[in-house]
């Protein structure tokens, strides 16, 4: 995906944690209530779980003074914990995240992204995060609405374009054009049905 392709809410930077990087188009109550409308209503929910106390971990973050905030980060640390055990996902807060997405069955899910766009569907068995040791801030951006099949894999400082698709078990290295199908190891293009339509 090209600059010229992503909308200004992308966001390239890596998120030092020091900030509450919630979607500020939106109250704290009001996102986790989509948050839950967008996992099926279901109260249960693991993918709910993960995405409530991503939320949290970054509201705590607006709370400026340190003695005040304490309390908070530690409940925030140990249900994150507890979501990860429990559920199998990891979405540390660090992670920009944004509107209605959804965390698709649980399982495996290591989230460890710059920043996911609105509307994406994350599917179980899901890696996101670095591809070397020595470079542990090239970490993928995920565009809107961007569907991700089970087991698929994004690794490194790449760029998945809006409306993307990646296959199952894909092995993502690489950017991916927005509209674009890919599948594979390493992930290749299948297909670019948005093209299809404008020559239609």
């Not at 991700?148 to 993307?164: E, F, N, Q, S, T």
């Not at 509209?179 to 594979?184: K, Q």
Request: one cysteine or more; a positive charge; proline letters at 4%.
């Amino acid at each position: 995906m090209t600059d010229t392709t992503m909308t200004q809410a992308h966001i390239f930077t890596l998120n030092d944690g020091t900030l509450n990087c919630n979607p500020d188009d939106i109250g704290f109550w009001d996102l986790v209530r989509e948050d839950f409308q967008t996992n099926d209503r279901d109260f249960f929910a693991q993918g709910f779980w993960a995405l409530f106390w991503h939320r949290f971990g970054n509201w705590r973050m607006g709370i400026k003074t340190r003695a005040v905030r304490i309390p908070f980060s530690i409940t925030y640390r140990m249900m994150a914990k507890l979501t990860e055990w429990m559920g199998g996902i990891n979405l540390p807060y660090t992670v920009r995240v944004g509107r209605r997405v959804r965390l698709d069955h649980f399982g495996g899910m290591i989230l460890v992204a710059t920043s996911i766009g609105d509307d994406v569907v994350i599917r179980q068995n899901t890696t996101f995060g670095i591809a070397n040791l020595d470079q542990k801030e090239a970490r993928p951006v995920i565009g809107d609405r961007v569907q991700v099949g089970a087991g698929a894999v994004i690794i490194g400082a790449i760029k998945v374009g809006d409306d993307a698709v990646i296959g199952a078990n894909a092995v993502v290295v690489r950017d991916v054009p927005a509209g674009a199908v890919v599948g594979g190891v390493p992930a290749r293009i299948v297909s670019m049905p948005h093209l299809k339509k404008i020559s239609a």
